[in-house]
């Protein structure tokens, strides 16, 4: 038993060591080092080299160019090696310099027996591997990609046993009786790990690190088990894909075991010796880590620069229009553009999904949508429409039917040749069309989206007078107020799910942001909002919109609340978002590769052989919550995320404890995923968009096979002659006092992990605005130099 309890707690921990991945219809940023939040980079990157020979950082040349440069000054490498380990850093700034200019050869995992036995045979039995597992996980996982659905209705080893027990490939390549042994095999999953262990002679020291390389060599596959176990958590429950993973990852071990004992024995034990011994960093370790945190001290230090000169002031008069924005970076772009078009403009910052944890269903559809940040479970479920669209929603639903059908007629085994022999020709209208970019498709525009079941009047007051809080949205409001989500209009783009709301799962922002209007134009709600001293006047009118990233087109959902008093305000509204619009794509089509001006950006969007439509979050590198004021009329390029928050109207500070545990958790996973597909790409990195091709609706494979590839493509952070994207761990600068966030951090141990281990840096800003503090770690603060500047306010309403 206690063996067994051994076995299962080690493969439990290998499975928690590996990141989640969702299914591209709603793909959302990951952090890969999510499993490794309580180490050091430097101890992550002596795991990952172990497990994955994947490296934690950029290649020495990278710092040494910026050292080189000035852009890493001394000081920023000073500040960077008294953080260090004592025991393994250099002994000075000198040592440290010099140890920038040596070559570090490229890290090596630790080989497997699949590797062993691949070396004395010449076969590759680590890419057959990958190919016989992605090929049977493609089918068994399909979510409604191939016309023959696998069988399903047993655990994922199971389901690969039975396959397993009848593919031949393996013996035709060269391991005689794996159908057999894979027979022979135990019929559940734990106790084929435990045969396996026992065959392979591995003590229990080795099975954490050994366990989690072999779940590492299933890549994408791996972490889209993972993703199963987090659903399954999430809502109360567990599920073992991963872990069955594992034990079918074993298996073929055992099995090449068996086939090569003879000749790789000798080197397999050395291998057990490793993986038995503590993850410990070396110097070479710890200088990369210096390196990589004197980089990010350089952008700090820019950061503090801009934050530290003049800002706004506030202005007291009633603001000509309001827009909530996401406080996803490509909003920091468009937000400054309006403040330009008209000063008298106010801009806000909140997470894309307004607070509504939405599980939606769309116009003629059954599928429930979650419109929601990944970490939290859907409060509330709403669909688009209502009776009046009865006749509407059938109809559609008929034409989906009939086109599916179609589709499957087209693709079936049958009737594929003939189809394409007989109808081709009718096609090259829309080949051409498409080929040309021509049409685009429409922004979305289901019904109004409405809550189903309605809840009791008390409850949506509440919830209309919790986002308003969060919002930093108490008073002054506007005749207009714009609740705008944000989506990406692309074609062609296996990932455009990506590009959408992280903060609404995946999926555009519209439907969060119209259900929030609905709310908020209410009578009955407002009425009940004035007693709790948020007085809407009766002329202001909430109206939901859509920022596509891609375009930087907005849509305004005008037609959900007619009203004729606030048609000019309306027009006079699309006019500032038009010419905001073209200010925002000028100063992007400056960074996108061929960019000829900001009117090329549309067609971009409409261009399916457009591998960069856009940079979406690339170059992410700050998250600040603070009065507007302090960083309107600053360039920001683009690279922070900005959410408004007045600590001083957040009176339990309740506010501030959900920024530091939801909004900057949900950002730290965008920052780190796009660290990682820059400093491991092989690893973390879901390669060449263009080898890519789907498979099971879940995910991309290179080529025609393989591990499902997982993280960004490379396109979306290399602009192939150089990167685009800057990888720093995330700078969070809140606006608040000190004594408040370290409490905050006392009570949740997982964001403190992150702070404490440097995944993530935070800073309090002053009264100023400036960044005044740093936290040292261990609820420790050190004080920061700050410029003083005269001051010259900008007129800016906030």
Known sequence: ?????????????AARAIPPVWPLASSVA??????????????????????????????????????????????????????????????NLAALKSAAHVWKPTARALPTIADLAAEVSGIDWPGLIAERFGAWAAGYFDEGQALWAAPRGRGAYGAWRAVATHDLTPEIVGLAGFATHVSEAPESAPDALASAVRRLSLPAQALETYFHQLLMTLGGWAQYGRYRLWQAELGGGTDATVTDFLAIRLVWEAALFERYEDQISLRWKPVIASHASPVTPTADHVVDAILQEASERAAQRTLAATLAAPGAVSMENRPALQAAFCIDVRSEVFRRALETVNPDTQTLGFAGFFGLTASHRRFASDVQELRLPVLLSPGL??????????????????????????????????????????????????????????????????????????????????????VLRAMSLTSNFARLVLLAGHGA?????????????????????????????????????????????????????????????????????????????????????????????????????????????????????????????????????????????RTAGKTLEGRAFLHDYDWKADNDFGILELILTAPVVVASWISLQYYGSTVAPAVFGAGNKLLHNVTGGIGVVEGNGGVMRAGLP?????????????????????????????????????????????WLHLFALDEAGRMAWRYAGDLQWTAMSVASHPPMPLKMAV
């Open 714 to 758: 490379w396109q979306s952070v290399h602009d192939g002659e150089r990167y685009v994207h800057e990888p720093l761990r995330l700078s969070v600068c809140i606006e608040a006092p000190r004594e408040v966030m370290t409490e905050i951090l006392r009570h949740h141990d997982g964001v403190r992990a992150l702070f404490d281990n440097r």
């Open 30 to 91: 990951v952090n890969p080092f999510l499993g490794q939040a309580d180490e050091s980079l430097a101890t992550v990157g002596a795991r990952l080299e172990r497990v994955a020979g994947a490296p934690v950082t950029m290649p020495r040349s990278w710092y040494e160019e910026r050292i080189a440069s000035g852009v890493i000054s001394d000081a920023d490498l000073s500040d960077a090696l008294v953080r260090a380990p004592a025991a393994l850093r250099p002994a």
């Open 1 to 13: 038993m206690r063996d067994a309890i051994g076995l299962d707690a080690a493969a439990q921990c």
């Open 381 to 466: 479920t709403t669909c688009a429409g209502g009776r009046e669209h009865a006749a509407a929603d059938q109809s559609a639903r008929f034409k989906a039917r009939a086109k599916r059908a179609w589709g499957r007629f087209k693709l079936a085994a049958v009737s594929s040749f003939a189809f394409v022999e007989a109808t081709g020709p009718v096609y090259a209208s829309k080949l051409v069309s498409d080929a040309l970019g021509l049409h685009g498709a429409p922004a979305p525009n289901d019904p109004p989206p409405r809550l189903d079941p309605d809840l009791d009047l008390a409850t949506r007051t509440k919830a209309a007078e919790t």
């Open 489 to 629: 209009n692309v074609v062609n783009n296996p990932h455009a799910s990506g590009l959408h709301c992280g903060a609404c799962g995946g999926y555009s922002g519209e439907v969060n942001a119209r259900l929030l209007a609905a709310l908020l134009n209410d009578p009955e709600i407002r009425a009940g909002l004035a007693p709790l001293g948020l007085e809407i006047p009766a002329d202001t009118l909430f109206l939901g919109a859509m920022h596509d990233t891609t375009t930087d087109a907005v849509t305004l959902y005008a037609e959900d609340h007619p009203s004729a008093s606030h048609e000019p305000d309306i027009h006079q509204a699309k006019v500032w978002l038009g010419a905001a619009g073209i200010i925002s794509r000028g100063e992007r089509a400056l960074r996108l590769p061929r960019a000829t001006g900001e009117g090329s950006l549309t067609r971009r969007s409409r261009d399916w052989a457009e591998v960069r439509p856009e940079w979406a979050l690339a170059g992410c590198q700050a998250f600040i919550a603070a009065p507007r004021r």
